[in-house]
Nanobody, 116 residues
Framework: QVQLVESGGGLVQPGGSLRLSCAAS????????MRWYRQAPGKEREFVAV????????TYSDSVKGRFTISRDNTKNTVYLQMNSLKPEDTAVYYC?????????WGQGTQVIVSS
């Protein structure tokens, strides 16, 4: 079965950095794009970034562009989200997402809190 396990969240001061990881299993990881989403308290889940399967093309939301970097290691079945220059408004639960047909899969999420 498909499993996505996020890690790397925590408490960080504004301006700091964190690196999130998402370990995937149960599907052909290298064949599918991988996405990060986030959900802040009281808000809807929103798209953060996507990376394509083999060429690794990336797209980011405007709110994180220039500060976050998505990457993947197809040898480790893992996708990463490097988050720099963190702001309080980046506080959210971060989820990775995969879409091997016919379903849409989510991890359990990892909490990121940006606060002084």
């Amino acid at each position: 079965q498909v499993q996505l396990v996020e890690s790397g969240g925590g408490l960080v001061q504004p301006g700091g950095s964190l690196r999130l990881s998402c370990a995937a299993s149960g599907f052909a990881f290298s064949s599918y794009a991988m996405r990060w989403y986030r959900q802040a308290p009281g808000k809807e889940r929103e798209f953060v970034a996507v990376i394509t399967s083999t060429r690794g093309f990336t797209t980011y939301s405007d709110s994180v562009k220039g500060r976050f970097t998505i990457s993947r290691d197809n040898t480790k079945n893992t996708v990463y989200l490097q988050m720099n220059s963190l702001k309080p408004e980046d506080t959210a639960v971060y989820y990775c997402n995969a879409r091997p047909p016919p379903n849409d899969y989510w991890g359990q999420g990892t909490q990121v809190i940006v606060s002084s």
